[in-house]
Nanobody, 124 residues
Framework: EVQLVESGGGSVQAGGSLRLSCAAS????????MGWFRQVPGKAREGVAV???????TYADPVKGRFTISKDNAKNTLYLQMNNLKPEDTAMYYC??????????????????WGRGTQVNVSS
């Protein structure tokens, strides 16, 4: 059974940084696509960033230049480094994974596996 467990959320002031982690288990194929989504109550979940089977990274426009997604295959862990955080980044952040694929846009990433989320709060 695939399990994704997020950590690293918290509260920070605008301009600050956080690093989210997602520990994956239950599969051995290191070429799985993995990514991050976020959701604010009352709004649709939105894609934040994804890394595909080829190691290519894709970001949503609101986070480009501020967030960096990376994956440590040896630890089977996904990261999201978030810098220069803004109040509008406040959301529940979810880790997600899916079978190997090449992904060029966030819309192409329709993952099957999801974590339970970690809350990020950014105050002004």
């Amino acid at each position: 059974e695939v399990q994704l467990v997020e950590s690293g959320g918290g509260s920070v002031q605008a301009g600050g940084s956080l690093r989210l982690s997602c520990a994956a288990s239950g599969y051995t194929d290191r070429s799985y696509c993995m990514g991050w989504f976020r959701q604010v109550p009352g709004k649709a979940r939105e894609g934040v960033a994804v890394v595909d089977s080829d190691g290519r990274t894709t970001y949503a426009d609101p986070v480009k230049g501020r967030f960096t997604i990376s994956k440590d295959n040896a630890k089977n862990t996904l990261y999201l480094q978030m810098n220069n955080l803004k109040p509008e980044d406040t959301a529940m952040y979810y880790c997600a994974a899916d079978e190997p694929a090449s992904i060029a846009t966030m819309g192409e990433f329709q993952p099957f596996y999801w974590g339970r989320g970690t809350q990020v709060n950014v105050s002004s």
